[in-house]
């Protein structure tokens, strides 16, 4: 598989030699999927594994009334949908947020890795666990933060995640999303949306150009966010 996926396992435990090689030897369907896409609905019984190679996805699911809710974002290195190997049914929709090269894997892969390669099994147990954390503090964002704070500390938290995978340079990182899917995230309009760009762009704390995200000085918009990156549990690369 590629680099990213093996970068985020070693991030939360150091893999031996042999599992990485096995990683490194799996072969799977690979897919370019257009942005806007879904990768799988909610309610399916997928005969596949989705893994993110290249470009963005979301986890999100819709209200009756056709209102979304993103609660996960999916970057190169994350698995889409890891515990259908287990459960069968999907709880949710896996969409792209852009153009993305999607690896797909069989279930089986997954039952092997449980059952045969403790020390991968325990790196993607550490990940779920890891999704868990950030769901946690995701529906924190929602609730108590005010609207700069909320989009500040979703960019503090891309910024490490991009950067444990070898996707950041000089504090820049692709971040090709519309106000539209930051509103779904967030829970703010458009219009409060663009407001609170507006503010973080005058206060120096961020730019967005050309579908990629600036930030001058990381730790000035941490700080700003009141960002602590110990719910994302990784030991390498320092956050």
Request: glycine share 6%; net charge negative; aromatic share 8%.
């Amino acid at each position: 598989m590629e680099n990213a996926f093996i970068r985020k396992l070693d991030g939360f435990l150091p893999l031996p030699a042999e599992d990485r090689e096995w990683l490194q030897s799996l072969t799977g369907r690979v897919e370019e999927v257009t942005a806007d896409q879904d990768l799988i609905r909610e309610g399916d019984n997928p005969e596949t594994v989705h893994l993110i190679l290249e470009g963005f996805a979301a986890r999100y699911k819709m209200t009756i009334d056709g209102k979304r809710q993103i609660f996960a974002y999916l970057i190169p290195g994350d698995f889409c949908d890891l515990h259908v190997a287990l459960l069968k049914t999907m709880d949710h929709s896996i969409g792209t947020l852009s153009p993305c090269r999607v690896a797909t894997l069989f279930p089986s892969t997954i039952i092997e890795i449980i059952e045969r390669r403790p020390a991968l099994a325990r790196a993607l147990w550490i990940s779920s666990l890891v999704d868990e954390a950030t769901l946690r503090e995701w529906l924190l964002n929602l609730g108590q933060r005010p609207a700069r704070e909320r989009i500040a500390h979703l960019f503090c938290e891309m910024h490490v995640r991009m950067r444990a995978v070898g996707l950041t340079t000089d504090g820049s990182f692709e971040f090709p999303l519309t106000q539209e899917e930051l509103g779904d995230t967030t829970g703010l309009s458009i219009v409060h949306v663009n407001r609170s760009l507006k503010e973080l762009r005058e206060a120096g704390l961020v730019t967005m150009r050309n579908d990629r995200l600036i930030i001058p000085d990381v730790g000035r918009l941490k700080t700003f966010a009141g960002f602590d990156p110990a719910y994302l549990h990784l030991g390498w690369p320092a956050p």
